[in-house]
């Protein structure tokens, strides 16, 4: 994906989503259950290159839906923000939907 | 007149350090208006060598009545139990202290090292510290849970890494000037007055906590610090935010999540790497909730507030 497309969070959001519709698989697993481990992820994601918004997803862990038993969703995690439809933790920095779930999720 | 002593044991000087910047009250309005006399002091002491040690066995012999013990660090027990890792005028520090806690008036702990032994007695505590009267929790420490100085009054806890300035001088002129009966104690023996309230009372970050928007980064202005940067000001008892540090700020307002340091566990989670700066959660929720809080109360309330926040709650509003 093109750099470009960060100026308009509203057409990535919408390309972001048609990948996750179209099945892309994502790892959603383990959920880090520490901070270590979630800073192992934070390691990977550092890691790709800056336009890579679909190794982020991966990395990630995205989902289009809620997850778990307990219907975890990015509306209710720390890094997000409500009126931008936005992940402002600085290693996703993504537009996201309400709705949807990461592994990177925290309350 | 009352006369004040202070020593140091196992100690950085920071509460020296901060006892010298003091503004209200000075260390100079404490000799000048309130009527303190020095005796002796690290940092502005004139006796030396054998001077010092007649001038300390005078307080122990009850010659010179000494009125207030401040004691700044530890009391280093290593090695063995004998004290000598920290020798002072002439002996172990230990045993001066020991003996001038037994005639004073008043015994003021200052810091954290001398209220529960901070950092030297975390563990695995090699020069075997403790504080005057507990070891980090846990009650007791050097003098022993059931000691009173000559008042009747248990050590009195100043704690933080350092403790305020001005938190030291106001008590040490509430002790000189006959006003101790209205210092009340915590269960920690730390003067109500000041531990009482929360860091975050008063943090100008209290919006974005309420409204649980984060700061995932140093030095942003927007965003509370407690929910991913390790911020313990919902849980610590401290009055940072209202007797600001050098009269204008504090550690939250400067974008410093507070460390924790006038409770008898800090520093916390043993400093092991990742941990320090970090909020520590179990399966993305954190492991220490605000006080009061419990773990059900805390993601409903996460919830509504989200679904509440106001847009300008994400906006960097001190921009202008």
Redesign the interface.
């Known amino acids: 994906m093109g750099g470009n497309k960060r100026d308009d969070p509203a057409k990535l959001l919408a390309e972001i989503a048609q990948m996750l519709e179209d099945g892309l698989e994502t790892q959603t697993e383990p ?1 880090p ?4 481990e ?2 192992k992820i934070l390691d990977e994601l550092r890691a790709l290159d800056r336009d890579d918004i679909k190794g982020r997803l991966v990395i990630g862990g995205f989902v289009n839906h809620p997850y778990g038993p307990d219907g ?1 969703r990015c ?2 995690c ?7 439809k936005w992940c ?3 290693e996703l920095s993504l537009p996201v939907e309400p709705e949807w779930w990461c592994r990177l ?3 | 007149m009352a006369n004040l002593l202070w020593l140091q044991g196992g100690a950085c000087s920071g509460n020296t350090m901060s006892f010298l910047n003091a503004e209200e009250p000075s260390a100079v309005d404490l000799v000048t208006d309130f009527g303190i006399n020095v005796l002796w002091h690290p940092s502005l002491g004139m006796e030396l060598g054998d001077n010092l040690q007649k001038l300390l066995r005078a307080c122990v012999s009850g010659e010179i009545a000494l009125d207030i013990f401040a004691f700044e660090g530890t009391v280093v027990n290593a090695p063995d139990g004998t004290g000598d890792w920290n020798r002072f005028a002439g002996r172990p520090m230990k045993e001066w202290v020991r003996e001038l806690a037994n005639v004073a008036q008043f015994v003021v702990a200052l810091g954290d090292c001398a209220t529960w032994g901070g950092i030297p007695a975390t563990a695995p505590n090699p020069t075997d510290s403790q504080g005057l009267q507990f070891l980090k929790r846990e009650r007791g420490g050097f003098l022993g849970p059931d000691f009173t100085a000559k008042s009747g009054l248990p050590v009195i806890n100043i704690p933080g890494c350092p403790a305020h300035p001005d938190w030291i001088t106001q008590i040490l002129v509430a002790v000189a000037t006959g006003n101790a009966g209205e210092i009340t104690l915590d269960e920690f023996q730390r003067p109500k007055t000041f531990f009482t309230s929360f860091t975050q009372t008063g943090c100008t970050r209290n919006m974005h906590f309420a409204y ?3 700061a ?2 140093f030095g942003q202005r927007k965003g509370c610090l407690f ?2 940067l390790g911020c313990r000001g919902p849980m610590t008892h401290s009055p940072c935010n209202r007797i600001l540090w050098n009269r204008q700020s504090s550690k939250t307002r400067a974008g410093m999540p507070c460390l924790g340091c006038t409770e008898p566990e800090f520093p916390f989670f043993d400093l092991e790497p ?2 320090v700066f ?9 492991k220490d909730l605000p006080a009061g809080v419990d773990q059900a109360g ?2 409903k309330l ?2 509504a507030a ?2 509440a ?3 300008w709650a ?1 906006e960097d509003i001190f921009v202008v």
């Open positions: 959920f259950e520490t901070v270590q979630f800073s975890q509306q209710e720390i890094y997000y923000l409500v009126h931008r402002d933790l600085p999720w925290k309350i | 649980k928007v984060s995932p980064e929910y991913d990742g941990t970090k909020t520590q959660t179990v399966m993305g929720v954190p805390y993601i996460t919830g989200k679904a926040a106001p847009a994400e």
